[in-house]
């Protein structure tokens, strides 16, 4: 399939999604987290979930993060296209933007080269870690810039497609992808 038939598919599985399932298959994604190989790094970028949408509610892994002492870091986007990036601290403030994102505000910016590991929102992926995301391509700019060597962990509740026909030059693959159920390595 294409991306754009991969989107229109993934995004009429999730509308069947209630809050309840959202929320159970959160937590067992945030606690397969558990079991990756990353703890021994400090700097930790998390998406924040559009909920009209039914993201993956990711507050069981940041307070997962949190607990552990990591730095977190969240995303804001820009006019341009591109995403900023802040420490997430007590006092930072959010306020959701047009496509229903919650940002901070203001805060500590962070550079993309101190980044360890990212978690990757997405709709679809493949056996090989190519990523179906919303078609913006704010991540892949995102991870474009990011050290070499940073993880990129995708977070889904759905099992791996076999292959997405439209991989582009520019698509950069995950690492990992977190289902409740399983954790794939690519």
């Known amino acids: 399939m294409t991306k754009n038939e991969l989107r229109v598919d993934y995004k009429k599985r999730r509308d069947l999604l209630n809050s ?8 067992q994604i945030a606690n397969k987290v558990l079991l990756l190989p990353i703890w021994q790094f400090s700097f930790f970028h998390i998406f924040l979930p ?6 993956i509610d ?11 002492d990591k730095h977190v870091v969240v995303p804001k986007m820009e006019n341009n296209q591109d995403l900023t990036h802040y420490l997430l601290l007590d006092n930072t403030t959010f306020r959701t933007n047009k496509w229903g994102i919650p940002e901070p505000q203001d805060g500590i910016p962070v550079d993309e080269d101190k ?26 700019r995102f991870l474009s810039k990011c050290k070499p060597g940073v993880l990129k962990v995708g977070l889904s509740f759905y099992e791996p497609e076999q292959f997405i ?13 977190i289902t409740p159920e399983a954790i794939y390595k690519f």
């Open 115 to 140: 980044l360890d590991v990212v978690f990757i929102p997405l709709l679809a992926y493949d056996v090989k870690g190519n990523r179906v995301g919303y078609g913006k391509g704010f991540y892949d």
């Open 50 to 55: 559009i909920q009209k949408q039914k993201e």
């Open 165 to 177: 026909d439209d991989v582009g030059a520019n698509d950069i693959p995950l690492d990992y992808c």
């Open 58 to 68: 990711t507050s069981p892994l940041l307070s997962l993060l949190q607990g552990k």
């Open 20 to 27: 309840t399932i959202i929320e159970e298959k959160s937590i």
